[in-house]
Structures are given as structure tokens and as C-alpha cells.
């Protein structure tokens, strides 16, 4: 839904006012569904966390941006080589350097399979 609503801005002239619009949604919806999940405390979770909140609100802004020019300007087949290079950046730097979360040789593995498909994913696009 997220990827066939925002290949759909592409052709509207304001794609920043489109990806707002949308995180505004989202927002509300996420608000009023919360206190299903559990307490809803405004005001302890912003004491307890205002700068996970604001780390974590940039990097939705710039991934919502992210989307919003990438598929206004390639398409949503190009959504691959985002995801996974997205995983990739996120398990090594995030997950691995920053958190030093444990990685087996199937995590291993996996992320050189994710480095073989942007690869075969950039033949691809030049062959075609």
C-alpha cells in the first residue's frame, strides 16, 4: 500500500506536501490505535525518550523522503535495490559497528546475499 500510494505522487507537483500529508495519517492512526499496545503516557514517554524521538522521527522524515524521490524519479522496481541496500546499511552499521549485536555465519551469509542481489540487480538494469 505504502509503495503503490507513493509511485502514485509521482505525478503530483508537491512530493514533500504528499509524503506530510500521508506521515500526518499515519500519526493519527498510530495515535489512536496505541492505547490498544498499552499505556499511553505522553508526557513519560517524551521525558524518558525525547531524543530516541527525535533520532527516530529525522530518520522517518528522511526515509519518507527517500521513497518519495526514489519513486518519482525511478519507479517502484527500484524499491529493491533501496530495501535491501537499506537492510544492509542498517544490520552492518546500526545493528553490527554501533549496537555490537551478535552476527553468526548465517547472518553472515545472509548479508552477502544481500550484496550478490544489488549486484545481479545492477547487471540487470544495464542489460535492459
Known amino acids: ?64 523522503l527517500g521513497f518519495n524521490l526514489l519513486y518519482s524519479r525511478y519507479g517502484a522496481s527500484q524499491y529493491v535495490l533501496y530495501a535491501v541496500l537499506s537492510i544492509i546499511t542498517t544490520t552492518i552499521v546500526v545493528g553490527m559497528l554501533w549496537l555490537k549485536e551478535p552476527v553468526n555465519v548465517y547472518h553472515k551469509a545472509a548479508i552477502a546475499m544481500a550484496i550478490a542481489a544489488v549486484v545481479l540487480f545492477s547487471i540487470g538494469q544495464s542489460k535492459s
Open 1 to 64: 500500500m505504502f509503495a503503490l500510494g507513493q509511485r502514485k505522487s509521482a505525478g503530483i507537483e508537491n512530493g514533500l506536501l504528499f509524503v506530510g500529508v500521508s506521515a500526518l495519517l499515519a500519526v493519527l492512526l498510530a495515535l489512536f490505535f496505541a492505547p490498544l499496545v498499552g499505556a499511553f503516557d505522553i508526557g513519560n514517554t517524551l521525558k524518558g525518550n525525547w531524543s530516541a524521538v527525535l533520532l527516530s522521527g529525522l530518520g522517518l522524515f528522511l526515509t519518507y
